[in-house]
């Protein structure tokens, strides 16, 4: 099969011109102005990219968000006339969503750089390559930086200026590129979540580098040196060469002290706790798992009880449920509408390996999915072997249906056929 890659073009004309600039979005030239170093703070700490990775909570949440989507299976199903839905296993796009996108990239890598790029920029893409015939060949993960969605002429329709691998810049209609954006949809593009949390990230920002110069100056001036006698200008940058070259520094903080020429030390009440530095820092890892949508427990700040549940079940249910799904939904809707394009099909991420409760749990709910004891069962022996990753059986399709069910059932047959 003979298929193109749309960031390397070549061999086809475009119906629109090429564009020798870069494209960048309208965020990304806000922060070129200000020098590339990003979106300025009331704590005086400039929020971009590489600061905020550098904010463990920040980090976190961004890393656990893509890598959990990331790690799901995204499958192709095809809706059958009775409305159930079957594995759709021979679909030329079920390969690419399941296992590999492109020759560079696993689907796992595919999908965490891609959800990546959506959360910490606010929008991600893929550039979808097709066949001559129009079949989805592969989708290409697209740096945000080089891309610049606008609307077309007739204001009805999405185009997207790429650059491209060869350094030219291409326009591709809105059903050749997978975007999600994050938040803040304009019609074009999303926002980034920077944006909205630079507040918080600084400050957390600042925070840490206060800690940081915490220890580098060996903890903070909790002490003070008293002399009997006024000190010259010299006399006191010595004394302070000294307390540099002995005491700064993690390595020096604990050393003893020399007071020269009848000097007295004095110990001062102060320390990080009495400033509520640390209150601070706590306060603000919540705060930035608030903008992410993530339970503080999950980025290890587990100070206070969560209301989640008790249990790392409950917990990672209700990340799921309230914030894992949105992103899922959104990303399945743009897949759906641009990738597989045909009637009766659809993909999912598949949520079971997720959700997948222990031994014990698992039984459980199997049982009742079985039914029995006059319960009806709303699952087959071999659905339940296909969750385990168990081959199916003889007789594995046939639904429990409780004797009641099916005697009253045979009466209104019998009733009708008299």
């Known amino acids: 099969m003979r298929w193109w890659n749309p960031l390397n073009w070549a061999g086809r004309k475009s119906p629109q011109a090429s564009y020798a600039g870069d494209p960048i979005s309208e965020e990304r030239a806000i922060e070129l102005i200000a020098g590339g170093l990003g979106l300025p703070t009331l704590s005086g700490v400039v929020v971009n990219q590489r600061t905020a990775m550098r904010v463990s909570a920040v980090y976190r949440c961004v890393s656990l968000i893509a890598g959990t989507i990331a790690s799901l299976p995204c499958e192709v199903f095809r809706r059958e006339a009775d409305g159930r839905a079957s594995l759709a296993l021979g679909h030329p796009a079920f390969a690419l969503l399941h296992d590999e996108p492109n020759p560079l990239m696993t689907a796992n890598a595919f999908w965490k750089n891609f959800l990546w790029a959506s959360l910490m920029g606010g929008n991600g893409y893929g550039l979808i390559g097709r066949t001559r015939l129009g079949a989805p060949a592969a989708i290409w993960w697209v740096s945000p930086d080089g891309v610049s969605p606008r609307l077309s002429p007739d204001k009805t329709r999405l185009q997207y200026l790429i650059r491209l691998e060869n350094g030219q810049t291409r326009l591709f209609d809105q059903d050749d590129v997978i975007h999600y954006p994050f938040i803040g949809w304009d019609g074009r593009q999303g926002r980034s979540p920077l944006e909205c949390a630079r507040e918080a990230i600084g400050l957390s920002f600042a925070g840490q580098e206060f800690n940081e110069r915490f220890f580098a100056q060996g903890s903070a001036a909790d002490i003070a040196l008293e002399y009997p006698q006024s000190l010259s200008q010299e006399q006191a940058k010595r004394i302070l060469e000294i307390w540099e070259n002995n005491r700064t520094g993690l390595g020096k903080m ?165």
């Open 254 to 418: 604990r050393l003893p002290l020399i007071a020269e020429g009848g000097g007295k030390v004095h110990r001062l009440d102060f320390s990080a706790d009495d400033s509520q530095l640390m209150e601070s820092r706590l306060f603000q890892v919540e705060d930035v798992c608030r903008f992410f949508g993530v339970p503080p427990h999950l980025v290890g700040h587990t100070t206070k009880t969560t209301s989640w549940g008790a249990g790392i079940e409950e917990q990672t249910l209700g990340f799921v449920k309230f914030t894992l799904r949105d992103i899922i939904k959104g990303v399945e809707q743009e897949i759906n509408r641009k990738v597989l394009r045909t009637p009766g099909h659809f993909c999912e991420f598949n949520l079971n390996a997720l959700l997948r409760a222990d031994s014990k749990g698992r039984a459980e709910y199997y049982r009742a999915a079985l039914g029995g004891n006059q319960i009806p069962g709303f699952m087959t022996v071999n659905e339940v072997r296909a969750l385990e990753n168990l081959p199916p059986i003889m007789d594995g399709e046939k639904l429990y249906v409780p004797l009641t069910a099916e005697t009253k059932e045979g009466e209104e047959t019998r009733q009708h056929a008299a």
